[in-house]
Every structure is written in structure tokens, then in C-alpha cells.
């Protein structure tokens, strides 16, 4: 029985790793539940698996349920420190951060001291302190499982390979819902038209990071770390129909490629099962019915995300934070109708050219520095 710790279990990622561990239950067992401020569906999540821990970092969202409620065989707790502690808890075996944003930065870090092996799905901890992150895992003998399905589809091709003879990482996009539009048909886009995804059912933030391609940006960045490698082996390839997650090519010119229908359950069962490879109830892919494969280079002028993304990590130091720490606080902002679609890569360009790159940062740094963008970020939006 593996133990698993969710650090989000009321999104995307989180409640489908819930149906993963539904469908196995004799396999795995959700020791940990964890939420931000979605008191009612943590509250059912509690009564169908009843983990010994589950929590609430929202003080409000915890006064709501814990007045309301009593379990017999869950300790809730509040706050932010709690969810901290909750990756480093002895009952667990691997954690799940599947948290949007900086926020699953600390949690992630305490779990890699406390010795967990992590199944990533918060990319955001990569973008904004990779080198630190990946430094640490290895010196806790922590192993990194990425629950992306771009970084699910390298970490299966390249099992068993050699990593020195990556020639190259392709990246696969499915072009988000604008593919082959311009600057001047983004420029009124609805939220509702943003939120369109053409093939993957993902939560709103990640969804708006698709259409402007930095999701496909962060991945870059995270790809990097994860495996590596330089920039220049790390390949953008639009591919429409999502049906190859992503691939690699290597020095002798094979191309080693990972297809599987488009469902984010697939990777986070192979992540929190791994290495053993079991089966699941996803849609199985019908080759007969597929009428082509297509690819495309992306469009770095028009979806400008992707190529600040590349400047970015390859600058190093806090820009990635401040980077990943601008587009929150822009896709917030367009979400609430505050913005426009094309004013998230005016804001996050704003913040890279006013606020200064640190080499080197340590933690305590990125956490200044990923409040200072944040808040240099609220100031452009209120220029605009």
C-alpha cells in the first residue's frame, strides 16, 4: 500500500488523483488531504476516504467546517503552517503538489527534507527555484515524479536511457484555443473564449496559460531542470490533436514517443504507482480512427509567453520567479474581468523590465522577490 499526501485535493489535478486512488484502492490510500479554502467538496472528500489527516490552509474556510462539523477518524487542522506540515508527515510515502502557483513551493521543499518522494504537478516550484529544488532532492535521495503529461510522456520515454544522449526534447503543445490567430483577433477575447480548451479539461489558470503558451513557457523551464539539459535542446512543437504527449530524440536520430488519450489520470496513476505500470480506466486510443497527426512551429510573436519564457530561463537567477510570479498575478487579473487577454504579456513584461534579476537566490530571496513582483504587477495592472 503506498500512502499519499494531496496538497490540493479540492482541483483539477487533485480531485482526479482522488479518482485514481477510488479506482485503487488496495494499491493506495489518501493518508492526506489538503485545500485551500474549498470547505463543502473537502468536506465530501472527507466522508468518502476518510484520511486520518485533512486540511484547510484558508483560516475562514477551516472556521466554516471545523464549526460545522466534527470526524470521527480525520484531524482537520487550519492554516498555512499546517499544510507545510502536512508533506512531512510519517504515515506518508509520497506527496502529490498538485497546488497552483508559488504557493507549492514551501510545502514541496518540507516534503523533499521530510525524505517524500514527489509527484509534481505544481510546475511553478521548478520555474521559480529549480536548481535549489533539484540540488535538494538529490542530496535527500528524493525522487521527482512529474505528473505534467508533457514531463510524464520524457520521464517514460527516457526510462532506462542514458541522459547523455538526449539530442533533443520535443515538447508537444496542442496550440491552445487562438492556434493560427494574430494580435489583432486576441485583442477583445472573452474570459468564456480563453476557458475553450480544444482537447484538455484543466483548471482555469492553467487554461488561460495555454492559450497565451506560457504553460507550454513553464514547462520549458521545468523540462530544463527535470532533465538536464540546455535550452537549445528544448524543442516547442505544436501538435494539435494531443494525441503524442511529447517526445525525444536522440543522438543516433531515433525519435522515442509517448501517445495515450487525453487524460491527465493516466500520468498521475504512473506517478504515484511507479515503477510498477498498472491498469487503468482511461480511453483507450483508436488508430483506426485517427485521420492524421499533424505539427506546427509555434508562433512566438503572436503567443509571446513562450519566448519570454526562453529569455527568462536562460537569464536564470529570480527572473523565472519573477516571471511565474507576474503571469499569477496577470491571469487573476483577466479572470476577474480587470484586464485584457493580451494585457498579461504587457504586465509581465512590465515587471521584467522595472524589477532587477538576483543571481543565486537562496529561498528566503525568492519569497522577497516573488512578493515584490506580485505587487509590481497590481501597480501595472492599475496603470492600465
Sequence with gaps: MKRVAILGSTGSIGTQALDVIRAHHELLSAEVIAAHSNDALLERQIDEFHPPIAILSDDAAYSRLSSRRKFPSTKLLGGRQSLIDAATFDAVDIVLTSMSGFAGLEPTIAAINAHKNIALANKETLVAAGELVMRLADECGVKILPVDSEHGAFFQCLNGEDRRAIKKLLLTASGGPFRGKNQSDLENVTVDQVLAHPTWNMGKKI????????????????????????????????????????????????????????????????????????????????????????????????????????????RGGTAPCIFNAANEIAVGAFLDGRIKFLDIYRVIEGVLDQQPIIDRPTLETLIVENNSARSLAEKIISAL
Excluded at 501538435?239 to 487525453?262: C, K, N, W
Excluded at 493516466?266 to 511507479?274: D, K
Excluded at 482511461?282 to 508562433?299: A, H, K
Design 207 to 314: 487554461t488561460v496559460d495555454s492559450a497565451t503558451l506560457v504553460n507550454k513557457g513553464l514547462e520549458v523551464i521545468e523540462a530544463k531542470f527535470l532533465y538536464g539539459v540546455d535550452y537549445d535542446q528544448i524543442q516547442v512543437v505544436v501538435h494539435p490533436q494531443s494525441i503524442i504527449h511529447s517526445m525525444v530524440e536522440f543522438v543516433d536520430g531515433s525519435v522515442i514517443a509517448q501517445l495515450a488519450s487525453t487524460d491527465m489520470r493516466l500520468p498521475i496513476q504512473y506517478a504515484l504507482t511507479y515503477p510498477a505500470r498498472i491498469a487503468s480506466t482511461v480511453d483507450r486510443l483508436d488508430f483506426w480512427s485517427m485521420q492524421s497527426l499533424t505539427f506546427e512551429e509555434p508562433d512566438l510573436e503572436t503567443f509571446r509567453g513562450l519566448k519570454i519564457a526562453y529569455e527568462v530561463g536562460r
